[in-house]
């Protein structure tokens, strides 16, 4: 059996919270013993270093520690890895009988206290191995993106784009939203072949008219102008007008670490936060970024919404069909709501803190802060005015503002890497409050996870991640209709193979294992007794 | 009677929540009926913009709707204006065995639910209009450090800046901070005499020293040349090392402001804030402040710490001897603890969000974001090397990092202040959840505060600010000793009169009591039944 259980080596199982009603903490109980090889074989995987979000975790009902690898995103995507199992504890695998290591998942909410499991999913290990390499996922965002008129450029730089959100496990932000730019593109709301113009310019600052253009393309174009003029003046500050969604905020910061400055980026989005003691929302989840290099490749990356969760979470709680708790989002009446269909019908978030009592209202200003310098500076549409979330596209310009600056950190104090690297250096050895959650700095996260995509050679999808990023049907048959070649992907044994068409290989009945198709991960990926 | 309550006419009422246990919710009772008059004079000021924080208010139990003015910084203090009475219900004052109005407060503490009243305090409203008109609080404060050997720019920069923290109701952040600079001057921590020097420089850059020259001085020379710089390209970033307190953030943003800039400033600070998921504080409360201007001279004022809670509002319950809710500090074992006093000898806190599971891993990202811009771009202390909170000082250089951004509006899309002043406007004419608490926006509460300032022609300190600011007796007894001359006070009747030196009119027989002449606030303000 050992064999067998080698290709389990490095996989994540990416599992979407909405369909597996999961929250933080996750119970796995193994069934039925499987002596040893499994065991054997997850004992090298041992880690010092344990994953952010550590969970209770049962072998027969004893707690032994399992790890959720990370929890981030506005997707609310949990990503479990059998790679980072408990440094303590015996994990014996039931043998399914098909010969196939099976494992049997039971989801329990933890909100102060656990509360009963509520449901249990099982899952046939040994069809989990589908992985998608990132050049093949780029290659079929780029090509999707050509065959609605995206040119080479755009259309390989959306890519890139999407494919590193996914690549640190922002989920949410790449493939995922593939569909959006499709969507936005066809109905004319983004011009997929304008560039940016500079509309002002000085030494230091730049104003620029994104023309519509994609939000990458915008984005790209307003980084590398910052970047130039950092190394010119020391900083670099350019606000975009007329630009479209452009990813995950620390796409941009990084460029910038990439080349030894700092970066930020900010963008205004469509309003969901309630200003303290409002009834409604009125500003975006507006993200903050910002990069920082240290010495060996190391670098600080803040990455955050301005909101205290994602829409997401209350996704999540939704289908489960449990209360959210206080400090989430608001009702119509503008008071803190419990009920989750309230809240996600309401859609009226809590800026970072929470309710005036637990100082929201710092949420509030940052949120306001970064509209200040998209909205504000870039003479974009702002605040109430954006595009409602999940509204439908009309066509009209989306006109979102956004902000981009570079700091060289050679016009100041000598040393800044090596002084970040001491400060991160210090925060990572910090005696944690739980000795198996070692403190992280922001970035860290995120480095595990491409460590992980490394190890397992590409991306492993989930269908219901794929369910919410190719999406509806119509998209999919869409593609198919303007030929878009479904990408390739490795099975365990390691050949390479292709799927067919939309046409070839409908071997399972339901929509989201012929979306899986499309980027080539196995519809046996998912054939327990999910319901 | 009429003639006695006119006096109240604008009066604030300064409590200190450390002594009265005053938690958001005051109910204040009139316990015996004076007929009209008081009631008469308040309705004149019926507001239809009620103050941030309303309370439950009632007149012989009916509640009615006070309000508490504001409540904000470090100190934890409660204002309380007898201004702002409710716009429906009356008020009855009563009438004092002297012939003067006595009201009865009691406090109730509201955290989920509105518990027992737990004390009474009264207050003679007759004895309470001690106000020490603003020029005489500079001149106090710039007098004393004169006399420990700053010189009169110095001197003057310092009362200017403290002065304005108290006039926009940062209690904390002016004359509470006096002894602490006097003795950082005192032991040789700090010069208060020498002026910072340019490292290094670009165009829109620079490298200062502070010499480890008062944080003021160092603060207003970089900002005055990150606004020459951003009036040259655009945007000016200026950094200093070896700098020291610099009081208000927001003092040096606002700066920008008045000359139609944006205005930041950062400031790392002595560690207080945990990390997620340590045990320990490494980072400070690290504050970020952004200034921006809108039409006719509104402005857009965030000026926040990163933390959660200050660190005041711990020392408020544990004078209550009541529990503090979860998400405010962590206990010596790096977990979340309500016990009061375990916070309050640990010194913990959490940054903004809380814990992780509500997020707090972006009020550390925060921090670390301030961290970045102060000591690891400007070469000073940093993290967990930054003097400790409330340390003696040895005499070292405190070696702050700071940080000072100017942006010119102009270089981006015109029409800044038009836009600013069209979202500030919507956000504050959002419909509130509570009718009688309107949106506000980051500034409203201090612009509030500087009204009621400059109704009563002065500020009113009480007895227990300046307990918590002239400080320890020992201080007092050296600026007597060094000749300080005490500032005189505006009486009821409108005469200006001067205490004397330390030594005269000590009838009280506290400390405090003794202090409040200091600055000339009648040793009678509060003479009830205070314990």
Request: glycine share 12%.
């Amino acid at each position: 059996m050992l064999a067998d259980f080698s290709t389990v080596r490095g996989m994540t199982m990416t599992m979407m919270m909405m369909t597996f009603n999961v929250t933080p903490v996750v119970t796995m109980t193994l069934a039925r013993s499987h002596t040893g090889s499994l065991s054997q074989m997850l004992a090298r995987y041992r880690r010092p270093q344990l994953p952010r979000y550590a969970t209770a975790f049962s072998t027969r009902g004893r707690p032994t520690g399992a790890r959720l690898l990370d929890r981030r995103g506005t997707s609310s995507a949990l990503y479990f890895s059998i790679a980072a199992l408990p440094a303590r504890g015996r994990v014996e695998p039931t043998l399914s009988a098909g010969g196939c290591p099976r494992v049997t998942f039971s989801f329990r909410l933890l909100t102060g206290a656990l509360l009963p499991t509520k449901r249990r999913y099982s899952v046939d290990m040994a069809a989990t191995s589908g992985v998608v390499p990132l050049s093949e996922v780029k290659r079929f965002i780029a090509e999707c993106m050509e065959k609605v008129g995206t040119s080479r450029q755009g259309a390989t730089d959306l890519a890139d784009l999407l494919v590193e959100a996914d690549y640190r496990g922002h989920y949410s932000h790449g493939l995922n939203r593939l569909e959006t730019y499709i969507e936005d593109v066809t109905s004319g709301a983004c011009q997929p072949n304008v560039q940016p113009t500079v509309l002002k310019e000085t030494l230091s600052t730049a104003w620029v008219d994104g023309n519509d253009g994609l939000g990458v393309v915008v984005g790209n174009f307003c980084m590398e102008l910052a970047m130039a003029k950092a190394r010119q003046t020391g900083v670099g500050w350019v606000v975009a007008k007329r630009s479209n969604h452009y990813g995950i905020a620390g796409w941009y910061s990084i460029k910038a670490v990439q080349c030894g400055l700092l970066g930020m980026s900010f963008t205004n989005t469509s309003p969901l936060m309630c200003p303290t003691g409002a009834k409604s929302a009125a500003l975006g989840t507006n993200p903050i970024s910002l990069a920082a290099p240290a010495q060996d490749g190391d670098s600080f990356v803040l990455d955050m919404a301005t909101t205290a969760v994602a829409v997401g979470k209350i996704e999540v709680q939704r289908r489960k069909k449990e209360r959210i708790p206080e400090n989430w989002a608001l009702g119509p009446d503008g008071r803190v709501t419990t009920d989750t269909d309230v809240a996600f019908n309401t859609g009226c978030l809590l800026p970072l803190g929470g309710v005036e009592q637990t100082s929201g209202y710092k949420g509030y200003g940052l949120g306001l802060l970064v509209e200040t310098f998209c909205g504000m500076l870039g003479g974009s549409l702002y605040g109430p005015n954006v595009r409602r979330w999940m509204q439908t596209t009309s066509g009209d310009s989306v006109n979102l503002g956004q902000c981009f600056i570079a700091i060289d950190p050679e016009c100041f104090a000598p040393g800044f890497q090596g002084r970040m690297s001491d400060l991160l250096g210090y925060l990572r050895g910090m005696e944690p409050s739980d000795p198996e959650k070692p403190v992280q700095v922001p970035g860290d996260p995120e480095r595990r996870h491409m460590k992980s995509v490394d190890e397992q050679g590409g991306i492993s999808y989930h269908q219901n991640q794929l369910k919410a990023s190719v999406g509806v049907q119509g998209t999919c048959t869409r593609l198919c209709d303007i030929g878009v070649r479904v990408p390739s992907y490795r099975s365990r044994g390691g050949a390479r193979r292709k799927t067919g068409d939309s046409a070839d290989g409908h071997k399972m009945k339901d929509y989201s294992c012929r979306r899986l198709q499309y980027i080539g991960v196995t519809s046996e990926f998912l054939r327990g007794s999910i319901p």
